[in-house]
């Protein structure tokens, strides 16, 4: 079956440890995106990708940094210069800049 | 100005109710409309599109007016299991670079 995988579900790190979130996506979609939701907040763009090689920072890209090396991964670092980075965080990819988005099952990060 | 609001609500409704959420964006530039439905700790899932004659599944109809820069989600006879929080989505594409933008959503509650 297609769709996108984020890994792992819930994640706990030390404060000023750097961690890695995981995207892939078998959906040969070409733009990928990462977005932040806090509690009883919307979904805020941290980044996104339309192609490999390439990716734009959203609202809220410090902090954090992404690379996309691979059409189907999309890896997000969170590093210790960001200063709250406890929160629900969402991979998404479109087919093109213009369709719907499909969503991971998101990734859980606590930083205690 | 945030690029998409919503009223987060939340409306609190009976069943069988009718219920109408609306969702301001600021870039005229923007190309393409989505609603999406969200569950407690779960990732977005789309609703439906929106489009510009309106559009209608079942008993949720869309609408978007392009000269007041609004869309509408209405909800007829509502269900217990309606209860979820809605998120007005819009699409910007420029180049070829798009950038997909969420409001805050609207949780709504259908009570018995």
């Known amino acids: 079956d297609g769709g996108i995988t984020q890994s792992p579900k819930y994640l706990f790190r030390k404060e000023g440890q750097n961690v890695t979130l995981s995207c892939e996506q078998n959906?040969?979609?070409?733009?990928m995106y990462w977005y932040r939701q806090d509690p009883g907040q919307g979904l805020r763009l941290i980044y996104y990708?339309?192609?490999?090689?390439?990716?734009q920072k959203g609202d809220i890209a410090e902090g954090y940094s992404v690379s996309r090396e691979k059409k189907e991964s999309f890896p997000l670092t969170v590093t210790s210069a960001q200063k709250n980075p406890t929160a629900f965080y969402l991979c998404?990819?479109?087919?093109?800049?213009?369709?719907?988005?499909?969503f991971g099952q998101g990734t859980r990060l606590t930083v205690v | 100005r945030k690029e998409v609001e919503q009223d987060p609500g939340p409306f609190n409704v009976p069943e069988g109710a009718t219920v109408a959420f609306n969702c301001t964006y600021s870039?005229?530039?923007?190309?393409?409309f989505f609603w999406y439905r969200q569950d407690c700790r779960k990732e977005p899932k789309l609703l439906m599109s929106?489009?510009?004659s309106g559009n209608e599944d079942g008993r949720f109809t869309a609408q978007l007016n392009r000269a007041s820069q609004y869309i509408s989600l209405l909800i007829r006879d509502s269900k217990l299991s309606d209860s979820a929080t809605y998120l007005c989505?819009?699409?910007?594409?420029?180049?070829?670079?798009?950038?997909?933008?969420f409001g805050q959503g609207t949780t709504l509650q259908v009570k018995p």
């Open positions: 998404a990819s479109t087919r093109t800049p213009l369709d719907e988005a499909f």
């Open positions: 959906l040969n979609h070409d733009a």
């Open positions: 990708s339309q192609i490999v090689n390439d990716f």
């Open positions: 870039n005229s530039a923007s190309q393409s």
């Open positions: 929106v489009y510009s």
């Open positions: 989505v819009v699409n910007t594409f420029s180049g070829n670079t798009g950038k997909l933008i």
